[in-house]
């Protein structure tokens, strides 16, 4: 969950990245009713919301159960703030003007996520963490499309019989994991 307290300020694309849902609240009641609706994981937000100081949702957040990690934005100019909403349980600040590559590293830290170099392209596709079934569904999926929808094109570059994609499709819509849709 995200609250930006200034518009275009935080990098939509770390989060697609990362597979992470961004859910922004402009409002205080806003915020703590996507916390209470939407139980996120992350909660990145500014110091304030209009004129109200957000502590109080760092405060609400970290008192759940299983409680997200809260990663505050701050100004230069608001350093004690900052420190302050760390010492309420935050787990981080992050200094605005923010880059997409220092706003990907720390959802990616706070996730316990950290690619290797080598790792970096299924890390940016979203393929780690995930299952093989879920993986392979996307592969074979994105390959289809690759190969103008023709199955047995797609069959032939994946090096399997089109009966097999077939097959998994079905199985993969009957399962409701995406309905031969990646994603």
Known sequence: MTAPGREGEI??????????LRIDATSMDEARARLEDDAPDIVLTPLALGSEATVPIIEEALARP????VLVLASH??????????RKGARGCLFLPLTAERLTAALAASLGQSPGPDDAPLFA????????DEIEERVVEATIRAMDNSVPAAARVLQV???TLYRKRAQWAENGDGNGKDG
């Open 11 to 20: 990098p939509g694309a770390p989060f697609s990245d990362l597979g992470i």
């Open 66 to 69: 299983g409680p997200p990690r």
């Open 77 to 86: 100019q608001e350093v004690e703030r900052a420190v302050r909403a760390m």
């Open 125 to 132: 596709a979203g393929l780690l963490g995930r299952s093989l």
């Open 161 to 163: 019989a089109p009966s």
